[in-house]
């Protein structure tokens, strides 16, 4: 009989699962997707009612749905939340306030004690488990900015101060474990629920980005992994911890006491695309429909038709950016009257990949090594006209595995080694990790667009930045 692993990916806009044999193949998916975050002004950004729970239980059912297989034969579950976030909890492990979003401000300081139902302070993970499993548990690889880890532990710091200076009591912290160990046993009414077997393990991953590296199935130096999602960023797999870096984010990686660097990232990255479907409105769906395509395919159609270079048309991808750059504003360069929506497209993608680029070798001069390879997952991987732009831009071989979801994949790989199924992390990524299409790169483009980057990409904002500053002040 055929054995399958769960893999869940709780992210910001949706919670993806994915059943997968123990070869990495994928045999259903379901997904669910979250409510828009209640914003409100001095930068607070909250999940909605327990909206993160909500949606994990909906893409289980959904997946689950989709199972033709015999559910004993689902051996665990693993699981991966989105990182960077804060749950307060009552007693009981119920929320005592709605989850902050990694998006809002108070997550840039430490915990601040105001509400005295909060016995429980934990992240997205350990929140989830707990509604999973009804332990209080959490993965030492979700535990970044002011969390008081030990990182040459990866349990709590036995200095009483570091833990008050993160704002924080022991007694408010939940155990630690380390990806790949269990959480615990499903509870038995979920169990019940869903028709899985008594007793399935959920085992814990690590941060969303960690995870997604694992089933991208980078493990050498010379990997980097790319991640086209909302939030653009790219990461590389290292042994040690960097210090004070200057233009990447050193975290702790899905395997234990390693680490995943992660470079400066693109804010409504491929946001920007479905912006611009959804500018485009009647158009791209009439002629997709015509065509017998989805509006995405209709777009890198027409995409593709499109010189590189855009016919000289310039954007710059600052549709969101941090408080540093606050005046900063999308800006498109260069229109004339050769100038189509398909041109406006394409300018996009090469937008996010000349930025990107840019962010990956500032953190490869920092630390001072090269690449010789990109895996790019994400939902913009899909996109054969972006895998090539990149691949061009690059001038380096470009990966597009057939994982639907990375961080899918990565979470049943977790669940594989806790099993014993394979006896490492690297052994499992071996095993389930599969690449479906290989971008090769066209030396000439990479010299054009090197030109294009050097020349104009790197120099344009001390221009547009000076007149932002001026329409910033005024609207």
Not at 212 to 223: F, R
Not at 378 to 401: C, E, H, P, T
Not at 424 to 451: C, H, I, Q, T
């Given at each position: 009989?055929?054995?399958?692993?769960?893999?869940?990916?709780?992210?910001?806009?949706?919670t993806?699962?994915?059943?997968?044999?123990?070869?990495?193949n994928?045999?259903?998916?379901?997904?669910?997707?979250l409510?828009?975050?209640?914003?409100?002004?001095?930068?607070?950004?909250?999940?909605?009612?327990?909206?993160l729970?909500?949606?994990v239980?909906?893409?289980?059912?959904?997946?689950?749905?989709?199972?033709?297989?015999?559910?004993?034969?689902?051996l665990?579950?693993g699981?991966?939340t989105?990182?960077?976030c804060?749950?307060?909890?009552?007693?009981?492990?119920?929320?005592a306030?709605?989850?902050?979003?990694?998006?809002?401000?108070?997550?840039?300081?430490?915990?601040?004690?105001?509400n005295?139902?909060?016995?429980?302070?934990?992240?997205?993970?350990?929140?989830?488990?707990?509604?999973?499993?009804?332990?209080?548990?959490?993965?030492?690889?979700?535990?970044?900015?002011?969390?008081?880890?030990?990182?040459?532990?990866?349990?709590?710091?036995t200095?009483?101060?570091?833990?008050?200076?993160?704002g924080?009591?022991?007694?408010?912290?939940?155990?630690?474990?380390?990806?790949?160990?269990?959480?615990?046993?499903?509870?038995a009414?979920?169990c019940?629920?869903?028709g899985?077997?008594?007793?399935?393990?959920?085992?814990?991953?690590?941060?969303?980005?960690?995870?997604?590296?694992?089933?991208s199935?980078?493990?050498?130096?010379?990997?980097?992994?790319?991640?086209l999602?909302t939030?653009?960023?790219?990461?590389?797999?290292?042994?040690?911890?960097?210090?004070?870096?200057?233009?990447f984010?050193?975290?702790?990686?899905?395997v234990?006491?390693?680490?995943?660097?992660?470079?400066?990232?693109?804010?409504?990255?491929?946001?920007?695309?479905?912006?611009?479907?959804?500018?485009?409105?009647?158009?791209?769906?009439?002629?997709?429909?015509?065509?017998?395509?989805?509006?995405?395919?209709?777009l890198?159609?027409?995409?593709?038709?499109?010189?590189?270079?855009?016919?000289?048309?310039?954007?710059?991808?600052?549709?969101?950016?941090?408080?540093?750059?606050?005046?900063?504003?999308?800006?498109?360069?260069?229109?004339?009257?050769?100038?189509?929506?398909?041109?406006?497209?394409?300018?996009?993608?090469?937008a996010?990949?000349?930025n990107?680029?840019n962010?990956?070798?500032e953190?490869?001069d920092?630390?001072?090594?090269?690449?010789?390879?990109?895996?790019?997952?994400?939902g913009?991987s899909?996109?054969?006209?972006?895998?090539q732009?990149?691949?061009?831009?690059?001038?380096?071989?470009?990966?597009?595995?057939k994982?639907?979801?990375?961080?899918?994949?990565?979470?049943?790989?977790?669940?594989?080694?806790?099993?014993g199924?394979?006896?490492?992390?690297?052994?499992?990524?071996?095993?389930?990790?599969?690449v479906?299409?290989?971008?090769?790169?066209?030396?000439?483009?990479?010299?054009?667009?090197?030109?294009?980057?050097?020349?104009?990409?790197?120099?344009?904002?001390?221009h547009?930045?000076?007149?932002?500053?001026?329409?910033y002040?005024?609207?």
């Amino acid at each position: 009989m055929n054995k399958y692993i769960i893999g869940i990916d709780n992210g910001s806009q949706s919670t993806k699962v994915t059943i997968f044999d123990l070869e990495g193949n994928e045999v259903c998916y379901g997904s669910k997707l979250l409510k828009n975050l209640y914003t409100a002004e001095g930068g607070v950004a909250l999940h909605p009612d327990d909206d993160l729970w909500d949606s994990v239980l909906g893409g289980l059912k959904d997946c689950l749905s989709k199972f033709s297989g015999d559910k004993s034969s689902i051996l665990a579950v693993g699981l991966c939340t989105i990182r960077c976030c804060r749950v307060l909890l009552k007693k009981d492990g119920s929320l005592a306030y709605p989850v902050l979003s990694w998006m809002d401000k108070r997550l840039s300081a430490p915990y601040v004690h105001e509400n005295d139902e909060v016995k429980y302070v934990t992240t997205t993970s350990g929140y989830l488990a707990n509604r999973m499993t009804g332990e209080f548990r959490d993965t030492c690889s979700n535990l970044e900015l002011y969390w008081p880890i030990d990182r040459k532990t990866l349990d709590w710091s036995t200095d009483d101060q570091v833990i008050k200076d993160n704002g924080l009591k022991r007694e408010q912290l939940f155990s630690i474990i380390k990806p790949g160990e269990s959480y615990g046993p499903l509870k038995a009414e979920l169990c019940r629920e869903f028709g899985l077997k008594d007793g399935i393990q959920v085992v814990a991953t690590g941060n969303d980005k960690a995870v997604e590296v694992l089933g991208s199935g980078i493990n050498d130096d010379k990997s980097i992994m790319i991640s086209l999602g909302t939030f653009i960023s790219s990461m590389l797999l290292r042994e040690d911890y960097f210090e004070d870096a200057k233009s990447f984010f050193p975290t702790l990686a899905c395997v234990p006491f390693k680490y995943v660097y992660e470079s400066k990232g693109i804010r409504r990255g491929m946001w920007t695309v479905s912006w611009y479907k959804e500018l485009l409105g009647e158009e791209i769906i009439n002629k997709a429909n015509k065509l017998g395509v989805s509006e995405e395919e209709y777009l890198n159609q027409i995409g593709e038709t499109i010189p590189p270079g855009s016919d000289g048309l310039i954007t710059l991808l600052d549709w969101l950016n941090d408080s540093t750059y606050e005046f900063r504003k999308g800006v498109m360069l260069g229109f004339d009257h050769r100038h189509t929506s398909a041109h406006i497209y394409r300018s996009i993608l090469e937008a996010i990949s000349y930025n990107i680029k840019n962010n990956i070798h500032e953190m490869l001069d920092e630390i001072g090594t090269e690449v010789d390879n990109i895996t790019v997952i994400g939902g913009g991987s899909r996109s054969n006209l972006m895998m090539q732009i990149i691949a061009d831009m690059f001038g380096l071989l470009v990966k597009r595995n057939k994982a639907t979801s990375s961080a899918c994949l990565g979470a049943a790989i977790c669940a594989a080694k806790y099993l014993g199924i394979y006896k490492s992390f690297d052994e499992a990524m071996g095993k389930m990790v599969r690449v479906s299409e290989v971008f090769e790169p066209d030396k000439n483009l990479y010299k054009f667009y090197d030109e294009i980057n050097n020349k104009v990409i790197k120099n344009v904002r001390k221009h547009t930045d000076e007149i932002l500053k001026i329409t910033y002040s005024i609207f």
